[in-house]
T-cell receptor, first 114, second 112 residues
Framework: KNQVEQSPQSLIILEGKNCTLQCNYTVSPFSNLRWYKQDTGRGPVSLTI?????NTKSNGRYTATLDADTKQSSLHITASQLSDSASYICVVSLLTGTASKLTFGTGTRLQVTL | NAGVTQTPKFQVLKTGQSMTLQCAQDMNHNSMYWYRQDPGMGLRLIYYSASEGTTDKGEVPNGYNVSRLNKREFSLRLESAAPSQTSVYFC???????????FGPGTRLTVL
């Protein structure tokens, strides 16, 4: 069964600190891996999209890495800010015939405090 | 650009009632999607429309119907609501099936 597992489930860090969120997946055949940020009460917003040939991709203070061999991805947040408090969702795209099928992780809830 | 808009934002229904959730996008995207998000679970695809004039079932289609009214609009209908359909519903759109998906703000539905 295609699955996406994220860890930790939740995380609390002090403002200004760095953190790394993990994502393991078993989706195959794999098309791409996406990280989304979801603020409370809002829809998810895309942070990065990586194909299997990409090892790393950055979007400001967010850097995603991908190891397609071990089927692991991480999202590193540098110099965290209060506005980074949100759920971060790892999403893996299954390569299908006419449309992609996305498998969503349950997310890591990050809280950044003073 | 408003992006993806959804109406209503909140809705309370009684078991057996029907309603339609509306979704519109102004990005000229070809593909549109309906998801539901439940506590402790990842978003799950209900139905999608790869292009205008086509619709297909996703992972959890039972109890729902959809209409791709035109390129901009994709509606989700609950014919006879059940408490198990209490959830937050998100509409999304993308240029094509493999492109980045843009999500709407969601509709929080409670079925009593």
């Amino acid at each position: 069964k295609n699955q996406v597992e994220q860890s930790p489930q939740s995380l609390i860090i002090l403002e200004g600190k760095n953190c790394t969120l993990q994502c393991n997946y078993t989706v195959s055949p794999f098309s791409n891996l996406r990280w989304y940020k979801q603020d409370t009460g809002r829809g998810p917003v895309s942070l990065t999209i990586m194909t299997f040939s990409e090892n790393t991709k950055s979007n400001g203070r967010y850097t995603a890495t991908l190891d397609a061999d071990t089927k692991q991805s991480s999202l590193h947040i540098t110099a965290s800010q209060l506005s980074d408090s949100a759920s971060y969702i790892c999403v893996v795209s299954l390569l299908t015939g006419t449309a992609s099928k996305l498998t969503f992780g349950t997310g890591t809830r990050l809280q950044v405090t003073l | 650009n408003a992006g993806v808009t959804q109406t209503p934002k909140f809705q309370v229904l009684k078991t057996g009632q029907s309603m339609t959730l509306q979704c519109a996008q102004d990005m000229n995207h070809n593909s549109m999607y309906w998801y539901r998000q439940d506590p402790g679970m990842g978003l799950r695809l209900i139905y999608y429309s790869a292009s205008e004039g086509t619709t297909d079932k996703g992972e959890v289609p039972n109890g729902y119907n959809v209409s791709r009214l035109n390129k901009r609009e994709f509606s989700l209908r609950l014919e006879s609501a059940a408490p198990s359909q209490t959830s937050v519903y998100f509409c999304a759109s993308s240029e094509g099936p493999y492109n980045e998906q843009f999500f709407g703000p969601g509709t929080r539905l409670t079925v009593l």
